[in-house]
């Protein structure tokens, strides 16, 4: 292997026994995605394939800077990937698409893969791409309607997105929209790096948000330990997208599981290395969607959950 990640040419003769080589591209970081990997990896070994013995994993990491997805992308065509997973959001699957029409390309945790041109339909893709759905306009409602629960007299309601996610702009108007019908404002705070959470959060007490919602993106993620103790220092009631965040300290979290999702990818990626066609695989939905409260954080805040709020959950973190 090459020092900047790239699989060196095959001898001829070894050529024939080389293992098929799948792509793992995400915009995320290692260190955080590491249990979404290895749920992706059960998902590969139910179809028999285990990562590292008959299939190679050449895994591309742009760590929340988006701008590097294309380069990293046009790294795994030239390692000639069977497949290439693409982990972190929308964009990068686009980025991946942009690079090839021939190489399957399997999204592990789409948002609107339809409206972003990846797919012609859910139930048939039509072309080289298919995976998973993990999240709707829907599900961010319904936690904005979580929220009002918690703080119904709430009347702003900041939003932290990171800018340089281009998936954003149509699930926040009709958030605002959502928020507006409650009698609340949705203000929309950036954040492009964990250099801009101390700034952010600055922001939304100035702001006198009275709850936060922080977006699904993989920036985010890789940074929930910073962005949980932030809002439990500022005494923010804040609903996160993931479990993860949950449990690493934050008040509540409502979304599809990555876990499940990822797996799911794993399976799809081990059928397309056995002979299935991306584009008659339906794109999966993320089946499972945990609400999971934290009864110590919301003690914290001064917080009551309410109990038809503590009956929906499926877990309950003391």
Partial sequence: MLAGGLLLAWPRS???????????????????????????CRGLGDTGR?????????????????????????????????????????????AAKALTSTI???????????????????????????????????????????????VPDAAVVAMLVNPENPILESDLRALGAAAQAK????LTIKAAGARDFET????????RAGVLLVAGDALFNSQ???????????????????????????????????????????TYAGKILDGAKPADMPVAQSAKVELVVNVKAAITLGLKIPASVLARAEEVID
């Fill in 14 to 40: 070894v050529a024939a026994q080389r293992p098929s080589v799948i792509g793992f591209l995400s915009s995320a970081w290692p260190e955080s995605y590491a249990p979404l990997v290895a749920a992706f």
């Fill in 50 to 94: 285990v990562g590292g013995e008959d299939v190679a994993i050449e895994y591309r990491w742009a760590r929340g800077q988006y701008d590097r997805l294309p380069a990293l992308a046009a790294d795994l065509v030239f390692c000639q990937a069977a497949v290439i997973i693409a982990s972190g959001g929308d964009v990068t699957a686009l």
């Fill in 104 to 150: 399957p390309i399997v999204f592990a945790d789409a948002v609107d893969p339809v409206s972003f041109g990846l797919v012609a339909s859910l139930e048939r893709p039509q072309r080289n791409i298919t995976g998973v759905r993990v999240f709707a306009i829907d599900l961010e409602i319904e936690r904005l309607n979580l929220l009002h629960q918690l």
């Fill in 183 to 186: 009698g609340s404002t949705l």
């Fill in 200 to 207: 952010a959060f600055a922001r939304i007490v100035q702001l």
């Fill in 224 to 266: 929930r330990d910073l962005l949980t103790a932030l809002a439990a220092r500022h005494a923010v009631p804040a609903l996160y997208a993931w479990r993860e965040f949950a449990v690493a300290g934050g008040l509540m979290s409502y979304g599809p599981s990555l876990g499940d999702a990822y797996h799911q990818a794993g």
